[in-house]
């Protein structure tokens, strides 16, 4: 049987409620009596390719800094390898099965009345803009279209970004001061074709989509035609908003798209990037260092302002990276973007608050986006927050390694896919009607040894755990 009951998880007439003060916690430390919030989402970004994570071929000073001045967390995750889904769970505070959102909406069908947040379903961000704070989304949102939907619906104060799934980094065609890379499935497989600095090749799935058909560049509600290269610009972006808010206590989700497809690099960030022969992982390269150039430039800014003690700073991808796509890199984890095994699901992830979290540390227990809110939400609302989550409050121990228990994540993607961690143990069923696998991850982080035949009863249980939360979970909504 299961060591423990599943931490992470609550049924709605059980819910978690995020009441109790966490003042002895608290009390002692340098943070401000409301502390304020950034989160920094990384889109695509794997498991590897960062310096904490030892890549050493692309250099990502600052966010290997902000490890170091925090928690890297070794099991970090999502709950769901897809963009949208992704980001619903980690607004919402909730698995997004809990709302029957599962599928990933693209181009057009981010239109559809099924595509994005429910409208009745409320945000961890609505409960501190009721407490006060100052609240800004920059960059991506893909959870909707529809007024009740968008990010000033969802308590967001300030927004400037984009509605849709993906967007170009700079106005065009022409793609001025960029290299840029294309999928074109119109050529033979592996040929590519280069004219001036934007090169075509037949290397993944599909065409490149029209990212920007119906997803203007918003500022508020107000369309704009100029910006410069999309990641530096999101970045000027948060750093007038942390300026702006200084004086009161705010909450900041700092979305990039980067380094989400479509495949674009600055002129500069390319260059830098010489060493590096691939033209596909060099534009990638030079994508990352600007991702990596915006989280310093924050980080930089909380400095200036004397707010870095007072503010918890969390980054994390949205997903694991798809490397026929992008290049990038789950290593050394199976999968990636669109699957539930670990590269698809466990991304880079730190939190960072000195004088209350430890610095330098790592945290193997795993972390989830959904605790996010359970976790920052008691600090900042206190006993006013009655949010129903299936987050876990886990400063009171990330990094201290004195977590006991074993938690449990739940998984429920489309076309039959599902997953549940349990402790060490985690089974994985990549769709209906195919094997379902069982793996010790303590042992065997890359899921490469199918352990079902040898402990059938501990697969038993797993599913039966997974089968019990799906009891409690409605159908999946459908773009039909």
């Known amino acids: 049987m299961l060591a423990s009951p599943p931490r992470s998880i609550a049924a709605p007439s059980t819910a978690c409620l995020i009441l109790a003060s966490v003042a002895m916690f608290w009390q002692g430390t340098t943070a401000a009596s409301q ?47 897809y963009c949208s889904p992704s980001r619903a769970g980690f607004l919402s505070g909730r698995y997004q099965s809990r709302f029957g959102y599962d599928l990933n909406p693209t181009g057009e069908r981010n239109n559809h009345p099924n595509a994005g947040l429910p409208p009745q379903q409320k945000t961890f961000v ?46 065009g065609p022409p793609f001025e001061n960029v290299w840029t890379m294309l999928r074109d499935n119109t050529l033979p497989t592996g040929r590519f074709e280069t004219n001036q600095k934007t090169i075509r090749g037949n290397y993944a799935r599909i065409n490149e989509p029209d990212y920007d058909a119906g997803n203007p560049m918003l500022d508020g509600s107000e369309p704009i035609d100029h910006w410069n290269y999309l990641t530096d610009t999101i970045t000027d972006k948060a750093i007038d908003a942390i300026t702006q808010t200084a004086s009161k206590p705010f909450a900041m989700v700092v979305s990039y798209n980067a380094v989400h497809s479509p495949m674009q690099a600055s002129l500069e960030d390319h260059a830098a990037m010489e060493h ?62 669109g699957s539930l095994y670990e590269g698809g699901v466990r991304i880079p992830m730190i939190w960072s608050m000195p004088g209350t979290i430890p610095a330098g540390a790592e945290e193997d227990t795993p972390i989830l986006s959904l605790d996010i809110a359970a976790s920052f939400l008691p600090l900042a609302v206190g006993e006013a927050s009655q949010l129903e989550t299936d987050g876990t409050n886990v400063l009171p121990w990330i990094g201290r390694g004195t977590f006991e228990l074993n938690r449990t994540v739940w998984w429920r993607m489309p076309r039959g896919a599902r ?50 939360v799906q009891a409690e979970m409605p159908p999946a909504k459908t773009f039909n």
């Open 35 to 81: 502390p304020n919030l950034v989160v920094i989402i990384a889109d695509d970004l794997g498991y590897g390719e960062t310096g904490m994570m030892g890549n050493a071929e692309i250099p990502t000073p600052a966010i290997d800094a902000l490890a170091q001045s925090g928690v890297r967390c070794t099991s970090g995750y999502v709950t769901s390898s």
């Open 126 to 171: 609505e409960h501190l803009q009721s407490a006060g704070y100052q609240t800004s989304l920059i960059g991506k949102w893909h959870l909707g279209t529809r007024p009740p939907q968008v990010p000033t619906s969802k308590g967001f104060d300030r927004f400037f970004g984009f509605l849709h799934e993906g967007h170009f980094y700079v106005p």
């Open 419 to 468: 997953a549940l961690r349990h402790g060490n143990w985690k089974f994985v069923q990549a769709r209906q009607n195919q094997p379902i696998e069982l793996f010790n991850l303590a042992s065997d982080l890359s899921e490469s040894k199918d352990l079902s035949d040898v402990h059938p009863n501990r697969l038993q249980d797993l599913l039966a755990a997974w089968d019990a």
């Open 276 to 337: 590096i022969d691939d033209p596909q992982r060099r534009i990638f390269a030079g994508m990352l260092i600007a991702l990596d150039r915006g989280v310093g430039r924050i980080i930089e800014k909380l400095d200036q302002q004397e707010l870095r003690q007072d503010t918890l700073v969390v980054f994390f991808s949205d997903n694991g990276g798809p490397t026929a796509e992008l290049t990038s890199s789950n290593a050394p984890l199976r999968g990636g973007k």
